[in-house]
């Protein structure tokens, strides 16, 4: 009878070692494929902008709303952190202007439903410190999916800063 309880015991036993160990490593293989997935295969573009985007207008005065018509893609709902930056172009050289127009700023990029959608920035400005002549915008968004960080970037058209102020900058 002792040793019928024994083999009970040790069996029951070596089931849920058993049992355990299956979970753990079924927990594991989860958590990390997803990842590894994202990280090494997913080459999906999340993001995708028509380039080089549109601007509303051929020349700005320093202050002027930069309207930049943006024709994008977004593939699922994406809080992103956005890096503008206004670049003058010398001739053959490219100078950057300004390090970061408004610092990251968070924004949050709908869903498109794998349809090219056309918006209208009315949030940036030219710089009240901007160099006059040919410019460009250019942005980079930072954003994360399934734990990896991604980015994308685009530039706009060229456009011509002007060599006065707007009445946004005379104040």
């Not at 010398?90 to 950057?96: C, E, L, M």
Request: a neutral charge; one cysteine or more; aromatic letters at 10%.
């Amino acid at each position: 009878m002792r040793i019928k309880i024994k083999n009970i015991v040790d069996t029951g036993l070596e089931r849920a070692v058993c049992v355990s160990i299956f979970a753990i490593a079924f927990t594991i293989v989860g958590y990390f494929t997803p990842l590894l997935y994202t990280k090494f295969v997913d080459k999906k573009e999340y993001i995708s902008i028509h380039q080089p985007v549109s601007t509303e207008l051929a020349q700005y005065k320093r202050g002027d709303n930069l309207g930049l018509i943006i024709k994008k893609n977004v593939l699922m709902d994406i809080s992103a952190k956005q890096v503008a930056k206004i670049v003058h172009v010398n001739g053959t050289n490219i100078a950057t202007q300004l390090s970061n127009l408004y610092s990251p700023k968070e924004i949050l990029l709908s869903n498109t439903n794998g349809t090219y959608a056309v918006v209208k920035t009315n949030t940036v400005h030219v710089p009240c410190n901007s160099i006059a002549g040919s410019n460009f915008m250019q942005v980079m968004f930072t954003y994360d999916v399934n734990g990896i960080e991604k980015t994308y970037s685009y530039i706009s058209e060229v456009f011509e800063v002007l060599d006065e102020d707007s009445e946004m900058c005379q104040k």
